[in-house]
């Protein structure tokens, strides 16, 4: 199927520019990245654009920059670069790690790490990783720039914060404290595929050789793109990750998660999964928090 006849096509060359249009347009427009979602909604008329700005020729948003907060990822770096950059595979592991697992080697090289979070569809996998890591992401519109936290800015599915007039500059993540390990791990029916589980956990092990902090995030629940494991994480803080206490989380991954049927699994091969995985990325975290020097 073709899509809707897209009647003006925009090649921005600075983020002045890009804004600009963006502020003309509004809703009229989409804002084409990597294109790896959106081309293919185009295509199926699940979305239809008069108009098109096209920001790949913005090279200001293709940096990775660090400041005295952490890391700031632009909007226009792509998932192969995420997942092979040393900085973020040693200070922000559960991120490279999801961007690793996204798709096929040719979608990596193309797709963008922003526009998997700006897409928020149930099954991805950058946008759990990123809400384990404390991330936000930094908007910018007429009225000027925002930071809003991943789970504040992802509402549901295909529903954002993101203002009609507002584009997405960069991912901002924070600078982890000492002894901070992150994982990221996914179940699929095969490999690249979509979601049928994805968990990210991001633990920091205090002076005491306990856990101080700890972030749990999944995705592949069709309620919401992100799901936070709060009674999980009520659990492990202030303890120490031993085996006894990793399988006893293992009925509770099951049993205090809410979860779903839907063509990729059924909700009880989802509980299943969740008392797997969860315990596992929890003991990986805590691995990793050990051996950090952060």
């Not at 749990?216 to 494991?229: E, S």
């Amino acid at each position: 199927m073709y899509p809707e006849p897209i009647e003006q096509y925009f090649q921005p060359t600075t983020l002045a520019a890009a804004l600009q249009l963006v502020a003309t347009h509004g809703t009229a427009a989409h804002i084409l990245a990597g294109g790896q979602s959106l081309v293919p909604a185009l295509k199926a008329r699940a979305v239809a654009a008069r108009a098109l700005i096209d920001i790949n020729r913005v090279t200001e948003l293709s940096t990775l920059t660090t400041d005295a907060e952490g890391l700031c990822l632009g909007a226009l770096l792509r998932l192969s670069a995420v997942a092979h950059d040393p900085l973020i595979g040693r200070t922000a592991t559960a991120l490279a790690e999801a961007a690793a697992a996204l798709g096929d080697r040719q979608v990596r090289n193309r797709a963008t790490l922003v526009g998997s979070i700006v897409w928020a569809m149930h099954w991805g996998d950058i946008a759990p990783a990123a809400a384990a890591l404390g991330a936000s992401l930094r908007l910018a519109g007429p009225t000027g720039r925002r930071d809003v936290g991943v789970e504040s800015f992802v509402l549901g599915p295909r529903h954002t914060a993101l203002g009609a007039q507002e584009m997405v500059l960069a991912l901002r993540l924070p600078t982890p404290p000492p002894h901070t390990g992150s994982c990221y791990l996914k179940h699929g029916r095969v490999v690249q595929d979509r979601a049928t589980l994805g968990v990210a956990v991001c633990l920091t092990r205090g002076p005491d050789g306990r856990c101080a902090e700890v972030r749990i995030a999944l995705g592949g629940l069709a309620q919401h793109p992100i799901c936070r494991a709060t009674q999980i994480e009520e659990r492990v803080r202030g303890q120490s990750l031993n085996a006894a206490l990793l399988e006893d989380l293992k009925n509770w991954a099951a049993t205090t998660i809410t979860t779903h049927t839907d063509e990729l699994a059924s909700a009880a091969y989802r509980r299943q999964l969740m008392g797997v995985y969860v315990p596992r990325a929890l003991a990986l975290a805590w691995q990793r928090s050990a051996e950090s020097g952060i």
